[in-house]
């Protein structure tokens, strides 16, 4: 399927005349006809009701078109985005992240940015840690935010806080009448580990945190994102271990504990490439480093 398919259906569905739709784009009628039949074949599926007076839309066809226009919509936004930065009108500047990075100072750092740096089109990608190595290298992104150190040359891997982490407890749970609890009472429950892929992860980064105080967590299931962890453990199917700054999502049906054990974190870190000396990273570092200092005492 090229471009131009999507162009030229576009332009029939929105007239529902193949005549008035090969007179926008400048084509005669029989070459558009047969690139739209092309399009029907690869999708296997009929889009236009042709036996209809005038022409509809199959329900197929319907919902193929709403697609299409958020796909071209969002071409004419990257185009224009393109010629402002290329007339240099605007720098662009992408950060990737992990989920779970939102929950903490992140915001308020890409809020303060903007803030400071209001010519700047901010992009943003989630995506997991070890893949922003691969995107910082080729340029799709300008900086990454994960949890895990990144063992590469040509990747600087700077901590901008050491999260603690807290335990979730479905509600009524035996443990819950502790002010605090153990690595070791959470190894002899029922635990659920996110995220079960791509590896390593967050989930290698636990498994390690027991692993080290010779524990070893009982996994009754892996989940492949946080929010899916958290909804199993409300179900009551286990327990689990996120950073405290989930907390703020204020869920309730689940109920949080800190732990009882001291060190227990896991860094938010962020990553550029060695050789990236642009302003807008150092003012990016910068803005991190203070807010980071403004919540020190939150990550005691």
């Given amino acids: 399927m090229e471009l131009r398919h999507l162009k030229y259906?576009?332009?029939?569905?929105?007239?529902?005349s193949f005549s008035r739709a090969a007179e926008l784009l400048h084509i005669a009628q029989p070459p558009l006809s047969r690139q739209i039949r092309q399009l029907e074949e690869m999708l296997g599926a009929e889009l236009i009701d042709r036996a209809s007076r005038p022409i509809a839309l199959t329900m197929a066809g319907k919902f193929f078109y709403e697609q299409t226009l958020q796909v071209l919509s969002r071409l004419e936004q990257i185009e224009e985005g393109t010629r402002v930065i290329a007339r240099g009108q605007q720098h662009w500047f992408n950060i990737g992240f992990v989920p779970s990075a939102l929950y903490g100072l992140l915001p308020e750092m890409i809020k303060r940015?903007?803030?400071?740096?209001?010519?700047?089109?901010?992009?943003f990608s989630e995506i997991v840690t070890m893949e922003q190595i691969e995107a910082l290298k080729s340029g799709r992104i300008d900086v990454g935010f994960g949890r895990l150190p990144i063992s590469d040359p040509d990747i600087i891997c700077e901590t901008i806080v050491e999260e603690p982490?807290?335990?979730?407890?479905?509600?009524?749970?035996?443990?819950?009448?502790?002010?605090?609890?153990?690595?070791?009472?959470?190894?002899?429950?029922?635990?659920?580990?996110?995220?079960?892929?791509?590896?390593?992860?967050?989930a290698d980064q636990v498994l390690d945190i027991f692993s080290s105080r010779a524990l070893r967590p009982t996994i009754v299931k892996e989940a492949n994102?946080?929010?899916?962890?958290?909804?199993?453990?409300?179900?009551?199917?286990?327990?689990?271990?996120?950073?405290?700054?989930?907390?703020?999502?204020?869920?309730?049906?689940?109920?949080?504990?800190p732990l009882s054990n001291k060190g227990v974190h896991s860094p938010v870190i962020m990553n550029f490439r060695a050789n990236d000396r642009s302003l807008l990273l150092q003012k990016l570092r910068a803005t991190a480093a203070s807010i980071a200092r403004m919540h020190a005492e939150e990550y005691i």
């Fill in 225 to 257: 994102e946080m929010q899916t962890a958290i909804g199993l453990v409300a179900a009551g199917v286990g327990v689990t271990l996120v950073p405290r700054s989930v907390q703020g999502l204020h869920r309730s049906d689940v109920v949080y504990r």
């Fill in 9 to 16: 259906f576009n332009a029939v569905a929105s007239t529902l």
């Fill in 113 to 123: 940015f903007r803030t400071d740096m209001p010519d700047i089109e901010i992009g």
């Fill in 165 to 202: 982490l807290v335990a979730v407890f479905p509600l009524a749970h035996r443990l819950l009448a502790r002010s605090k609890v153990s690595l070791a009472q959470l190894a002899e429950e029922r635990f659920i580990l996110y995220p079960a892929r791509p590896r390593p992860s967050y």
